[in-house]
T-cell receptor
Framework: EAGVAQSPRYKIIEKRQSVAFWCNPI?????LYWYQQILGQGPKLLIQ????????DSQLPKDRFSAERLKGVDSTLKIQPAKLEDSAVYLC??????????????FGNGTRLTVT | GENVEQHPSTLSVQEGDSAVIKCTYS??????FPWYKQELGKRPQLIID?????GEKKDQRIAVTLNKTAKHFSLHITETQPEDSAVYFC????????????FGKGTSLLVTP
């Protein structure tokens, strides 16, 4: 089975610029997650979708971050404007189950963002 | 706060010894507890998981134990090998996150030959 696809692999931008990341989950996985992993830390949930609806975005900095999953498959995460502290790896993950009936998360390779 | 606490942050063992990593969680509704291994520059990969209705699970050299009353769970690696060297993350589902995974800060395991 094909894994979670993410692009780009790396991105370098200056502060106050905008950036967007793309994710294609494993086929048939209804639940999609975006996590932020700062160097030396564990992944932190930004947003969770089930199909094209948002389940949780309580930790998403909504003044600068936005995400969508319009057709319930691919997803994009956008940062506008970027700050230095946004430098991190942005991991997309998907799972077959959702909520209480959860199942293992499968992660993509991530996008490493450097903000200068 | 709603955190998953993980200890130790670094662990160095000699090849063949055992390694134990411990985590505690705060959400009594948590029902799924996976462990991920992340090698440098790579994505986290699931190595073992356990659900709340099970107290222990083993897969070859890896085992996980869960104590729901105390809200803690542990990863045990026996007969460690140099290729076990990586960062290990515990996680627990949190109701406040829509049952998404809340991760610990990680344990950097070094296995020396």
């Amino acid at each position: 089975e094909a894994g979670v696809a993410q692009s780009p692999r790396y991105k370098i931008i200056e502060k106050r610029q905008s950036v967007a990341f793309w994710c294609n989950p494993i086929s048939g996985h209804a639940t999609l997650y975006w996590y932020q992993q700062i160097l030396g830390q564990g992944p932190k949930l930004l947003i969770q979708f089930q199909n094209n609806g948002v389940v949780d975005d309580s930790q998403l900095p909504k003044d600068r971050f936005s995400a969508e999953r319009l057709k319930g498959v691919d997803s994009t995460l956008k940062i506008q404007p970027a700050k230095l502290e946004d430098s991190a790896v942005y991991l997309c993950a998907s799972s077959l189950g959702q909520g209480f009936y959860n199942s293992p998360l499968h992660f993509g390779n991530g996008t490493r963002l450097t903000v200068t | 706060g709603e955190n998953v606490e993980q200890h130790p942050s670094t662990l160095s063992v000699q090849e063949g010894d055992s390694a134990v990593i411990k985590c505690t969680y705060s959400d009594s509704a948590s029902n799924y507890f996976p462990w991920y291994k992340q090698e440098l520059g790579k994505r986290p990969q699931l190595i073992i998981d356990i659900r709340s209705n099970v107290g222990e699970k083993k897969d070859q050299r890896i085992a996980v134990t869960l104590n729901k009353t105390a809200k803690h769970f542990s990863l045990h690696i026996t007969e460690t090998q140099p290729e076990d060297s990586a960062v290990y993350f515990c996680a627990a589902t949190y109701l406040s996150l829509g049952y998404a995974l809340n991760f610990g800060k990680g344990t950097s395991l070094l296995v020396t030959p």
